[in-house]
């Protein structure tokens, strides 16, 4: 099978490329600079030279705070270029999968969210992330979204790379405690996608298209996941003391746009179609956190 994979150079990407090769796959990955998704004309021309059996959208502009002040550019990325790889997927009859975010949601609901809920985002990112799930449902109905939270790898920047960071600077950090979610990695999310096209009736006239959320567990607040990064990487020797952690409220750690308090994501439906059950994100920050030891010893 020959997969074309956008944003090939980030978390998800990255991961997506090493493990469909590792599966056998002929891959063909794109970082933004070889292939700019939000020009039709050239993914056009990209998708009818490769012509490929599968597209994997990994690509978003993911500057949450910055997006504000750069609301062309992820709007271009997010909704645009969406809304490009769902037309040339459409012209060319091929199955398109796209990753996308909880940050589509408010977070005000207190159970997890649901493929049913109704979106409502609070900014620019989520916003545009929205939008471009929405120009995908409308224009081409062999799609997968798939809406995951909180996501770590390592490649590119996360919350994992930047407590490791500052464990270095400092002794003594304050985290939030009273948002909730559930980290996912990036090579859970690779894995439940390959997964979700290996299965036996894809792209059958029976394969249940559309939207899904892939839930992680444990839920966990910021502040929970930095304690276990922190005893995690204390114990592999990425850090040489015990960080001491100060629990805070959202409030006394102000950002441009209001973080959802809420992220957690129901798989249920992930689980009933694809027999996907719920990742394990402290098994897959483990694996993280040994392979960046391994590079540093």
Same mark, same amino acid.
């Given at each position: 099978?020959?997969? +074309?994979?956008?944003?090939?150079?980030?978390?998800?990407?990255? !991961?997506?490329?090493?493990?469909? =090769?590792?599966?056998g796959y002929?891959?063909?990955?794109?970082?933004?600079?070889?292939?700019?998704?939000?020009?039709?004309?050239?993914?056009?021309?990209?998708? !009818?030279?490769?012509?490929?059996?599968? #597209? #994997?959208?990994?690509?978003?502009?993911?500057?949450? %705070?910055?997006?504000?002040?750069?609301?062309?550019?992820?709007?271009?990325?997010?909704?645009?270029?969406?809304?490009?790889?769902?037309?040339?997927?459409?012209?060319m009859a091929?199955?398109?999968?796209?990753?996308?975010?909880d940050y589509?949601?408010?977070?005000?609901?207190? $159970?997890?969210?649901? *493929?049913?809920?109704? @979106?409502?985002?609070?900014?620019?990112?989520?916003?545009?992330? +929205? =939008?471009?799930?929405?120009?995908?449902?409308?224009?081409?109905?062999?799609?997968?979204?798939?809406?995951?939270?909180?996501?770590?790898? *390592?490649?590119?920047?996360?919350?994992? &790379?930047?407590? +490791?960071?500052?464990?270095?600077?400092?002794? !003594?950090?304050?985290?939030?405690?009273? =948002?909730?979610?559930?980290? $996912?990695?990036?090579?859970?999310?690779?894995?439940?996608?390959?997964? #979700?096209?290996?299965?036996?009736?894809?792209?059958?006239?029976?394969?249940?298209?559309?939207?899904?959320?892939?839930?992680?567990?444990?839920?966990?607040?910021?502040?929970?996941?930095?304690?276990?990064?922190?005893?995690?990487?204390? &114990?592999?020797?990425? #850090?040489?003391? $015990?960080?001491?952690?100060? @629990?805070?409220?959202?409030?006394?750690?102000?950002? @441009?746009?209001?973080?959802?308090?809420?992220? &957690?994501?129901?798989?249920?439906?992930?689980? =009933?179609?694809?027999?996907?059950?719920?990742?394990?994100?402290? %098994?897959?920050?483990?694996?993280?956190?040994?392979?960046?030891?391994?590079? $540093?010893?």
């Amino acid at each position: 099978m020959k997969l +074309l994979i956008n944003g090939a150079k980030g978390q998800v990407g990255s !991961e997506l490329v090493k493990d469909a =090769q590792a599966r056998g796959y002929e891959v063909y990955g794109f970082g933004s600079r070889e292939l700019d998704i939000t020009h039709f004309e050239q993914l056009m021309q990209k998708v !009818e030279q490769i012509r490929p059996d599968v #597209i #994997i959208n990994a690509a978003a502009y993911t500057a949450v %705070d910055k997006a504000e002040q750069e609301s062309e550019q992820a709007y271009a990325v997010n909704a645009l270029g969406s809304e490009n790889l769902a037309k040339a997927s459409k012209q060319m009859a091929i199955p398109l999968l796209h990753i996308s975010t909880d940050y589509v949601f408010d977070g005000e609901k207190d $159970t997890p969210y649901t *493929e049913m809920d109704q @979106p409502n985002p609070t900014g620019v990112y989520g916003a545009s992330k +929205l =939008q471009g799930d929405q120009a995908i449902e409308a224009i081409w109905s062999r799609h997968i979204i798939l809406r995951v939270s909180w996501v770590f790898g *390592e490649q590119g920047n996360n919350f994992v &790379k930047t407590m +490791l960071r500052l464990a270095k600077q400092q002794d !003594e950090l304050s985290i939030v405690n009273d =948002q909730f979610g559930a980290p $996912t990695s990036a090579r859970a999310i690779s894995q439940s996608l390959l997964s #979700i096209l290996e299965t036996d009736n894809f792209n059958q006239p029976d394969f249940p298209w559309g939207t899904y959320h892939l839930q992680s567990e444990p839920g966990v607040t910021w502040f929970e996941f930095a304690r276990e990064i922190f005893q995690q990487a204390e &114990k592999l020797g990425l #850090i040489n003391k $015990t960080m001491k952690l100060n @629990p805070i409220p959202s409030s006394e750690f102000p950002t @441009p746009v209001k973080r959802p308090a809420n992220s &957690k994501l129901d798989g249920i439906k992930l689980k =009933q179609n694809f027999a996907l059950k719920p990742v394990q994100w402290q %098994d897959d920050l483990q694996q993280m956190l040994k392979n960046m030891s391994a590079i $540093t010893s």
